[in-house]
């Protein structure tokens, strides 16, 4: 029974003032949502919402997609363990073997799997704590723009200095490099494209060698081969593959984070592979558990260093996310899903084209695949305009269409929707975009405080 409206301004008024400051989503998108299915939501008063955000890419088949919802069924009325800490069931070893046929075959015939507790920044920790276990170092490198979670050790990988700036010794022992940039003005050098990767590059490999760096010698180097909360920034194929040569010219494990990148949404299974290259160890989470909480650290089994009992938690390997994840697997190597959505990212990607031949605060048109980023900036001068973004994503969502924003000063509009999106929903999103942008450009700015 849908609640009434009453109720529901009730409710929302409660989570409002009992829920923490540090509550994001909801401050944008308040509303009651009752129900979804594939790429649409709805909320208590029926009202549909195309979703471009698909829980920050954890539904990658979208919303209570059927094969998944029959596979949960299966589980639940199969009497199995609800939940088994780290224990053998029929459930783990069927996801294993999904895991192992999915991952890059060359990285998978010699990994290991360690089952974290249900977020990617706990995988990210577990990296962490191996790395150094198994170096015996301590410095870690990250880069610009970074974003591997919001734990202490993940947090200090993190480029945005706002959430961490408050939190004494929040980077110590990280030390940050240029991540990649198509563009002058984001890049530290000043130039862009071909040029900054080999400036960054070359810097990134003297300093590891200079024995004046100030850098002791890192237990790991971690990387995402797309930055998400970044802003969605794509590295290279030849960048990718310079810096795993550096590594592994110094002897440094190469970490690839692939929570918001994997299983299929950057038009590869996996981000990284389009440059050829094996890192030491892939952070897994989001699309894993196929809707469900659920995270992996996969690593080369030369760097098993760990003890028993290393790195625990009680829902590792939560039972539910190991039946759908096992499930989603299936489906999108079956469906070859990466292919659609490289095809559908091309399509939401001309889409946005189309829309920037007329509004000139669209920017860069960036990303891979379903993974798309749109700079929001200044029609005057070209600067990256957060204030536009954020009235813009507002108006998006009145518009029916729900996105996310990030990147530098938050000007960067986010999509990360679901891989089996249709072309008709890509199309309908597109036009409500529009939409959106004829608002925000009609509205006059609010006036300073």
């Known amino acids: 029974m849908t609640p009434s409206a009453t109720a529901c301004s009730k409710g929302l008024k409660l989570i409002a003032e009992r829920e923490s400051s540090a509550r994001t989503y909801a401050r944008t998108f308040d509303r009651l949502f009752t129900r979804g299915s594939l790429s649409t939501v709805w909320d208590s008063e029926g009202r549909d919402y195309i979703d471009l955000l698909a829980c920050a890419g954890a539904l990658p088949l979208g919303h209570n997609h059927p094969y998944v919802m029959a596979a949960v069924g299966e589980f639940l009325g199969a009497g199995h363990l609800q939940q088994g800490l780290d224990l053998a069931t029929p459930t783990k070893l069927a996801f294993v073997e999904q895991l192992l046929r999915t991952l ?162 950057s038009g590869q299974m996996f981000a990284h592979e389009i440059a050829g290259i094996v890192p030491d160890a892939i952070v897994l989470s989001k699309a894993l558990g196929g809707g469900f909480p659920l995270a992996v650290l996969a690593y080369h089994q030369r760097h098993d260093a760990w003890l028993p009992g290393a790195h625990a938690g009680t829902f590792r390997g939560n039972q539910i996310a190991l039946a759908a994840g096992a499930a989603t697997m299936r489906f999108l190597r079956n469906h070859d899903l990466p292919a659609r959505a490289a095809a559908s990212g091309e399509r939401l990607r001309q889409g946005l084209r189309e829309l920037a031949d007329t509004f000139p605060c669209l920017g860069d048109i960036r990303g891979r695949g379903l993974m798309l980023g749109l700079e929001i900036v200044n029609a005057r001068d070209g600067t990256l305009d957060g204030a536009l973004a954020r009235r813009l994503k507002r108006a998006c969502f009145h518009q029916g269409v729900i996105v996310e924003t990030g990147g530098r000063h938050g000007a960067v509009m986010r999509l990360l929707p679901a891989l089996t999106i249709s072309d008709a929903d890509i199309d309908t999103a597109v036009r409500r975009i529009g939409e959106a942008l004829r608002a925000c450009v009609a509205e006059p700015e609010p006036a300073a405080a």
Not at 137 to 162: D, E, K
Not at 187 to 203: I, K
């Open 104 to 265: 890059p075959s060359a990285f998978a015939r010699d990994c290991r799997l360690q089952f974290c507790g249900p977020t990617g920044a706990d995988a990210v920790e577990a990296a962490l704590k191996l790395f150094k276990t198994a170096t015996g170092r301590h410095a870690v490198i990250a880069f610009h723009g970074a974003y591997h979670g919001m734990t202490a050790g993940a947090m200090g990988l993190m480029g945005n200095l706002g959430p961490k700036t408050p939190v004494p010794h929040a980077s110590a022992d990280a030390h940050f490099f240029p991540f990649p940039f198509p563009h002058a003005r984001h890049c530290p050098f000043g130039v862009g494209g071909e040029e900054g990767e080999t400036l960054g590059l070359r810097y990134l490999d003297r300093a590891l060698g200079d024995p004046e760096s100030g850098i002791t010698p890192p237990a790991l180097v971690m990387v995402e081969a797309i930055q998400g909360e970044g802003g969605c920034i794509p590295a290279s194929a030849r960048w990718l593959r310079g810096l795993r040569e550096i590594t592994a010219r110094h002897n440094i494990p190469l970490v690839i984070d692939e929570v918001q990148t994997g299983f299929g949404r």
